[in-house]
């Protein structure tokens, strides 16, 4: 069989990567071509992307695989979501696109909440609530009147605008477009009641396509810059986790899935969308998957407690993560509890002592030792897994017996065994580069290479090497969660 290349951009909200996939063989192999920053702009107080310099790295890695003489069948782009452009009836970008770290938008669901409930906002899109979301982004726009937006005649997102810049094709890519609060989580198309709410017509987006449409192939003048011939650019799912997620070697739908990194994402692929009182007392969110899927899932605060604590550690010592985890391992277990996403670790100036402040306001040791706080994060996340994980469970009804866990934590090896042991079922770590996977093999679908998810996923696991761990000491974490349960029924 002949080797078959796809190009792949992933970027995400701090660095972004080109990389090359090969499918050879029925597998899949990849190459990283290039790694870049991505960089938030602040200027006159508000804070950009800049569109310009992400396309310019695009083109730099095409112009890589065009002097290797490499003959590529497509190329698909992902992105972090909600952000948008602004493009003008002559076709061009009006501003840099706005982040959504952006504080324009902090008021912006009360603001809207006074014309439209929130239940009625949640009950339409199925997506939680999160002030920076596309619906109060633009509403925020809106209510500044916001030049750029009034004078754009189509709003793109993120990958849609860089598809566009190499294609001068616009769509709507469903995945990506799902982020936005904007869409109807049943009928998959946006929201005319809530567009109308915040002032923006329907017009002012392209089509909605779906994961595998061919956008269009690479413009003439994409070719000239990069040597390339008019390669077809492919709509991807947009939206990287849900490239991630079309990553999983599940082997059945009896699978729930944790997209493990700076933030975690648990949850299930569903049928249809889960949208009642309790899914939005919750706090879950219905996103777009492939192939009709729905992403029914929580978000999670994930590595971002350790890595805030190494960066404080780094002052006086740079430990590396072998040396955490041996730390960790030779603490006392369960002797610190935490949760997680208690909202004094969102961002607090030092994430050490909101650690030992939360212990001691709770009654408990006070960890001292980068080991003791280690173990305390780890034994914290995976407790606060299970919580996330019973309550998917009783929200779906469906059986789950085992998790995968995906992206850069899936190299944890003691957290997964954790993991495991808190869940009370097996844990599947890998692949570790879930999203560029996903991303090429949606491509993959799309040139006929295979033919659905299952025929996907079963390339994917063919290709790739998976750590499986089963759960021990049941009976030990079954009493540390209810120590968790009490604390978080108390939390400060």
């Known amino acids: 069989m002949k080797d078959t290349y796809f190009f792949a951009v992933d970027l995400g909200a701090t660095s972004g990567r080109t990389i090359l996939g090969k499918v050879i063989d029925q597998k899949i192999e990849l190459r990283e071509i290039t790694r870049f920053p991505n960089h938030i702009i602040q200027s006159c107080n508000r804070f950009y992307w800049d569109i310009l310099a992400l396309y310019h790295e695009i083109l730099n890695g095409l112009k890589i695989i065009s002097k290797e003489n490499i003959e590529i069948s497509s190329i698909g782009i992902d992105t972090w979501g909600v952000d948008v452009v602004f493009i003008d009836k002559n076709g061009e970008i009006l501003s840099n696109p706005y982040s ?41 726009q809106k209510q500044r009147n916001c030049q750029a937006l009034e004078a754009s005649d189509k709003i793109l997102f993120m990958p849609d605008a860089l598809s566009y810049l190499l294609t001068g094709k616009m769509v709507t890519e469903y995945t990506i477009a799902s982020t ?9 198309e946006f929201d005319e009641e809530l567009l109308n709410e915040i002032g923006i ?7 909605i396509v779906f994961p595998g449409h061919i956008i269009g192939n690479l ?9 390339l011939s008019d390669i077809p650019v492919i709509a991807v799912a947009g939206h990287d986790t849900a490239s991630a997620v079309a990553a999983v070697p ?25 949208i009642n009182e309790n899914s939005f007392k919750e706090n879950f969110t219905n996103e777009g998957g492939i192939q009709g899927t729905i992403r029914f899932l929580k978000n999670i605060c994930g590595m971002w407690l350790l890595e805030r604590c190494r960066a404080e550690w780094e002052k006086e010592h740079n430990y590396s993560y072998p040396e955490l985890i041996d730390a960790a391992l030779k603490a006392e277990p369960f002797k610190y509890i935490i949760n997680p996403d208690s909202p004094c670790f969102a961002n607090p100036s030092s994430m050490i002592d909101a650690i030992k402040s939360y212990c001691k306001q709770t009654s408990q040791p006070v960890p001292t030792t980068y080991g003791e706080i280690t173990r305390c994060i780890f034994e914290s996340l995976a407790l606060r897994y299970r919580q996330v ?14 998790l995968h866990i995906i992206g850069g934590g899936s190299k944890n090896a003691l957290l997964n065994q954790l993991t495991s042991n808190a869940l009370g079922i097996e844990v599947v770590a890998g692949p570790s580069e879930a999203t560029a996977i996903g991303n090429i093999m949606i ?33 030990l974490w079954g009493k540390a969660y209810d120590k968790y349960l009490t604390l978080f029924r108390n939390d400060i």
């Open 201 to 207: 017509s329907k017009d002012k987006f392209a089509p």
């Open 389 to 402: 994980f019973t309550t998917l469970t009783n929200l779906s009804g469906k059986e789950i017996n085992v």
């Open 180 to 188: 936005s609060q904007m869409l109807n989580a049943n009928k998959r």
């Open 100 to 140: 959504y770290r952006d504080p324009c938008t902090i008021d912006s669901p009360a603001q809207l909440f006074k014309k439209v409930s929130k239940e009625k906002v949640y009950g339409n899109t199925g997506i939680q609530i999160m002030n920076f979301n596309t619906l109060f982004q633009l509403f925020a």
């Open 219 to 227: 413009s003439k003048e994409v070719q000239e810059i990069t040597g």
């Open 443 to 475: 491509q993959a679908m799309s040139s006929g290479i295979v033919s659905d998810i299952k025929s996907m996923r079963t390339l994917i696991k063919d290709s790739i090497d998976t750590v499986a761990y089963q759960p021990e000491d049941g009976e």
């Open 250 to 274: 599940a082997k059945d739908d009896h699978f729930a899935y944790l997209s493990s990194g700076t933030w975690s994402l648990m949850g299930i692929e569903n049928s249809d969308a889960i």
